[in-house]
């Protein structure tokens, strides 16, 4: 069952537009969204982060939209720029294998945006 | 400050080979974790340590075994390695704490090929 579900698998967005990224989750017990940036040859690295009793987060270039109703939130890169190509995972916090003093993140599958001159 | 180290950051073994991947992290955090990726499935955890002395299985644990050596070191071990545990393998490292602002911080990854 997959607890996290993240949808385009790959996007390709000219340089000046916006990209759009959508995820989905089952678990109401989630208690916190990360979105990270992964680089090639590199770790993931947190990006930016909403809690659920927030509707909306920016941070310069980038916001995130939380529609807690309806169990989905979304990552919206402004004017993006070919430095933005990276691929894009969200994550919730919670599920099944939380367990006392730890905060297990569940993982997307990613998106790879590629962001074209 | 190094943050999470992760050694080796690459390697390739023959099915049946044991090897132990080794994280380290500096920032003083309680949480550790080893995650597998592979293209198309994202990050799926394998085995997590809340604090020092204590691990638990996650989302795919079977073939590995994990170590956590003190505080700042969580090693993952494959006892016999398999063509199926070829992956991108990332340590990360969290405070434990309920705060709003404490993400997971990764590694650069350790990139394992088995023949």
């Known amino acids: 069952q997959q607890q996290v579900k993240q949808s385009p698998q790959s996007l390709i967005v000219q340089k000046g537009g916006i990209s759009i990224i959508n995820c989905a989750y089952e678990n109401t017990a989630f208690d916190y969204f990360p979105w990270y940036q992964q680089f090639p040859g590199k770790g993931p690295a947190l990006l930016i982060a909403i809690r659920p009793d927030v509707s909306e987060k920016k941070v310069g270039r980038f916001t995130i939209s939380f529609n807690k109703s309806a169990k989905q939130f979304s990552l919206h890169i402004m004017d993006s720029q070919p430095g933005d190509s990276a691929t894009y995972f969200c994550?919730?916090?919670?599920?099944?294998?939380?367990?006392?003093?730890?905060?297990?993140?569940?993982f997307g599958k990613g998106t790879k945006l590629s962001v074209i001159p | 400050n190094a943050g999470v180290t992760q050694t080796p950051k690459f390697q390739v073994l023959k099915t049946g080979q044991s090897m132990t991947l080794q994280c380290a992290q500096d920032m003083n955090h309680n949480s550790m974790y080893w995650y597998r990726q592979d293209p198309g499935m994202g990050l799926r955890l394998i085995y997590y340590?809340?604090?020092?002395?204590?691990?638990d299985k996650g989302e795919v644990p079977n073939g590995y075994n994990v170590s956590r050596l003190n505080k700042r070191e969580f090693s993952l071990r494959l006892e016999s390695a398999a063509p199926s545990q070829t992956s991108v393998y990332f340590c990360?490292?969290?405070?434990?704490?309920?705060?709003?602002?404490?993400?997971?911080?990764f590694g650069d990854g350790t990139r394992l090929s088995i023949l």
């Open positions: 990360a490292s969290s405070p434990r704490d309920s705060s709003f602002n404490q993400p997971q911080h």
């Open positions: 340590s809340a604090s020092e002395g204590t691990t």
């Open positions: 994550a919730a916090r919670g599920g099944p294998y939380s367990g006392a003093g730890s905060y297990q993140l569940t």
